[in-house]
């Protein structure tokens, strides 16, 4: 079956060679091919992470800074991974903190900056958001502190810019929001929620866990003062990564044990980490600059590079979209939830919710399992957002979740095999 989908553009992107770097993929169900549709909730990795990291485990499992090889080993290993994530978000590497995932290094910040709120300071949230970038904040209620959600607007799942404009104001502290939606796939403008923030004399803390796979991040273009993104969402392992303006880490005083040092950004790292899946998102940087130099060979930096791979995987995402959304629309008694129009599509990603009426998404989810397709169903934590669509009580919505490895093939497959169950259903 070919794959090769090649662009004719100059940062075309080569699917026989991505494919070829991902072992899951490879996999059967019953007889047939698996499809992975589930990367929001995480995507597979390159062989090379698999291997970083078995490495790291056969030869330089040690603790940090210690006076042997192996501890040596350990602390280049963590500078090499750091380096490479700053690259990947263009900020420094002192600005980089590691975490086991985003919702605890929310948590952390949100209870360093609750040390310094109280009654009458004000945080500005979204409805659209994953519950990670709502309950770390809301839980600063019980300091007094008043939480605003701005709404989104139920046709199209965007988010309402006007309400949130109008819920910031001299009392807002932080605003904290969604680079992508993890359910509807829309893309918030982020740039312009950055600039409200800093009108208003505020902190802006960016949760770009679902947007990182689909979109260049650059936090100094932003300008925001907190972004969070979690490493196994672009094909790394299961980790997070903080990135945090070096005046607010140095300034804000997290938790932390008293050997642990004041020094950016150890002292918001606690406890020792999980050096050989920090060795292994050097090794996913990697793979996205390969990526990147295969797809426009003349670039020279690593961030630039990084930035092709993402030129690319755009493209390819584009034509995805275009024919999954086609696609879906044909299927009768189905609704899609999330920008449909072919004229918007630069604010959404490759990832769809819908329902069918009559049918519960687990079910949808379990039938096509069944075939080979891995979709989720449910409210993927995006909980404000299925209340209030009113889906909640109904099993949520069903999604599918492209990212670069997914073929035109298999989204057609994908539509046929849904078309499929819906006829039987119905
Ligand atoms: C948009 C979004 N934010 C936050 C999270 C939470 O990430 P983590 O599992 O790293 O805590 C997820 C996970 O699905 C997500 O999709």
Redesign the pocket.
């Known amino acids: 079956m070919p794959i090769a989908e090649q662009t004719s553009s100059s940062t075309a992107l080569d699917l026989t060679w991505v494919r070829s770097q991902f072992p899951s993929l490879a996999q059967n169900v019953h007889g047939r091919p698996a499809v992975f549709l589930d990367g ?3 995507t597979q990795v390159p062989q090379r992470v698999i291997d970083t990291i078995a490495d790291y485990l056969a030869r330089n499992n040690a603790n940090t800074h210690g006076a042997y090889q192996t501890s040596h080993n350990t602390d280049r290993i963590m500078d090499d991974a750091r380096a490479a994530t700053a690259d990947f978000l263009n900020c420094d590497a002192d600005e980089i903190v590691f975490g ?7 948590y952390a910040i949100s209870r360093a900056l609750g040390r310094e709120l109280g009654p009458g300071d004000e945080v500005v949230l979204t409805l659209l ?5 709502f309950s770390p904040w809301k839980a600063l209620e019980e300091k007094g502190v008043v939480i605003r959600a701005a709404k989104f607007n139920e046709t199209d799942c965007t988010l309402d810019m006007r309400n949130l404009a109008a819920n910031i104001g001299s009392r807002t502290r932080l605003v904290a929001v ?5 359910a509807v796939g829309t893309i918030n403008n982020v740039a312009e929620v950055v600039r409200l923030a800093r009108q208003a004399g505020a902190l802006s803390y960016i ?1 770009a ?3 990182a796979p689909h979109g260049p991040i650059d936090v100094r273009a932003l300008d925001c003062d907190f972004l ?1 993104c ?1 490493t ?2 672009f094909f790394g392992p ?3 990564v903080l990135y945090g303006k070096r005046e607010h880490l140095k300034r804000l005083r997290p938790y932390k044990v008293r050997p642990n040092t004041d020094e950016i950004p150890n002292c918001w790292e606690w406890g020792t980490l999980n050096h050989e899946c920090i060795a292994g998102i050097k090794a996913c940087v990697d793979y996205w600059e390969e990526l990147g130099r295969r797809a426009k060979p003349e670039v020279t930096t690593r961030r630039a590079a990084i930035l092709a791979a993402h030129e690319a995987i755009h493209q390819h995402e584009r034509k995805m979209i275009e024919k999954m959304i086609a696609g879906l629309l044909a299927i009768r008694g189905l609704k899609l939830y999330g920008i449909s129009d072919p004229r918007r599509f630069e604010n959404r990603c490759a990832t769809f919710v819908v329902r069918i009426e009559g049918h519960t998404p687990l079910e949808l989810a379990t039938k096509l399992g069944e075939r080979g397709f891995f979709t989720w169903d449910g409210n ?3 909980l404000n957002l299925t209340e209030q669509l009113d889906v909640e009580r109904l099993g949520g919505f069903l999604r599918i979740g492209l990212v670069h490895y997914n073929t035109m093939d298999e989204v057609e497959r994908m539509l046929a095999a849904l078309r499929e169950i819906v006829a039987h259903l119905t």
């Open positions: 929001p909730g995480g086991p995932n985003m919702t605890t290094l929310t958001d994953h519950d990670a970038n969604g680079y992508a939606s993890n949760d866990v679902h947007y969070v979690s196994y969402k299961h980790m997070g993927y934590y995006a």
